[in-house]
């Protein structure tokens, strides 16, 4: 049906809210990729970030009668998924080390593997790519939330301030020096 991908989030979660399971599918389809590298680059476990992303699914079937447009579907769904790894966070004894390895998005040998690419250029642009996805890892967890939110989500500042409970200005501070951190790291080993 064509309206239904045209159908904002917004109206597809009210559809789903009121009966409609096939809005939940659409819903699902547009946002599991996403979702999934998030949860997975916050904590490091393809395992754990699995049962966390399930969960979140979950907890917004079991929310859906009461949802109501209050922000954008995906600060909504963010704000669930931050909660979770909150929950997730508090159970562990120090936290989870994080890890980039992602089969649902491009491995890092295909970022540098254009076709007719200069090999020596694809080895730096692999390195390169190597060394960011370091830096992330290496930023404080606030910072890196932020920063994976705005650059996985397209998220505002307002909207990951929602999403993670946070002032504007802390949201803003946060992204600010996440990036900062980012280009010194590549400035001072490049």
Avoid at 68 to 75: I, P
Avoid at 116 to 132: I, K, Y
Avoid at 149 to 162: K, P
Wanted: with cysteine; proline share 3%.
């Amino acid at each position: 049906m064509p309206q239904d991908t045209a159908a904002s989030d917004e109206e597809l979660m009210e559809r789903y809210r009121d009966g409609d399971a096939g809005a939940f599918d659409m819903l699902y389809s547009r946002h599991k990729g996403g979702l999934f590298r998030y949860m997975l680059r916050q904590c490091g476990n393809r395992g754990v970030a699995e049962e966390l992303f399930q969960d979140v699914w979950m907890n917004l079937i079991r929310a859906r009668t009461s949802y109501t447009v209050r922000a954008k579907f995906t600060t909504y769904l963010y704000r669930v998924a931050h909660n979770r790894l909150i929950d997730h966070y508090r159970a562990q004894a120090g936290g989870v080390p994080l890890s980039f390895d992602d089969e649902n998005g491009p491995p890092l040998d295909a970022i540098a593997s254009a076709d007719g690419q200069d090999p020596a250029v694809a080895a730096d642009v692999r390195q390169q790519a190597q060394r960011l996805l370091r830096l992330i890892e290496a930023l404080p967890d606030a910072q890196r939330e932020a920063f994976l939110l705005q650059h996985e989500t397209d998220m505002s500042i307002e909207e990951i301030a929602q999403a993670t409970g946070v002032s504007r200005e802390t949201a803003k501070s946060r992204l600010r020096y996440a990036i900062a951190k980012l280009r010194m790291g590549m400035q001072m080993d490049g």
